[in-house]
């Protein structure tokens, strides 16, 4: 199989953690750092406010990743190889987390990937890299 010769254009999304999702993802991670749910505790660390769990930006990347490809390569499907990611800053909740993804090389049926997450004033908080294999066929 060959790649498709064009490359798909930058794709974000945006993301917003509340409360509950910070608890949900506590209980799915097994993550129960109070930074992520204990308001007074994250004041008493200099914090303003609860923080986004690192993972679960991760997650939301790879999400992004996934549904994009789902979309860009009719007849084909992506299977993510690598997701490689750098915290880089804190997000918060209630607050948008943009995610971000571009394509930086395509080689045959390998593709890299930019990824980020940024604050809603723009800092990149994440930053990292994604590789799909593109295959043939059903998922």
């Keep these: 199989m060959s790649a498709p010769d064009r490359a798909p254009e930058e794709i974000t999304r945006v993301e917003t953690a509340s409360l509950r999702t910070l608890v949900q993802y506590a209980g799915a991670s097994g993550?129960?750092?109070?930074?992520?749910?204990?308001l007074p505790f994250a004041h008493?660390?200099?914090?303003?406010?609860?923080?986004?769990?690192?993972?679960l930006k991760t997650a939301w990347l790879g999400r992004l990743v996934e549904e994009w490809f789902a979309g860009q390569f009719p007849g084909n499907h992506?299977?993510?190889?690598?997701?490689?990611?750098?915290y880089r800053g804190m997000?918060?909740?209630?607050?948008?987390?943009t995610c971000g993804g571009r394509v930086t090389e395509q080689d045959g049926d390998r593709v890299t990937i930019?990824?980020?997450?940024a604050s809603a004033d723009g800092t990149r908080t994440t930053?990292?890299?994604a590789e799909v294999a593109l295959t043939e066929g059903p998922a």
């Design 44 to 55: 008493e660390r200099g914090h303003r406010e609860l923080a986004v769990h690192g993972l």
């Design 31 to 38: 993550d129960f750092y109070e930074m992520h749910y204990d």
């Design 114 to 117: 930019e990824v980020w997450t």
């Design 78 to 86: 992506g299977r993510i190889t690598v997701l490689d990611v750098s």
């Design 91 to 97: 997000d918060f909740r209630d607050e948008p987390v």
């Design 127 to 129: 930053i990292g890299t």
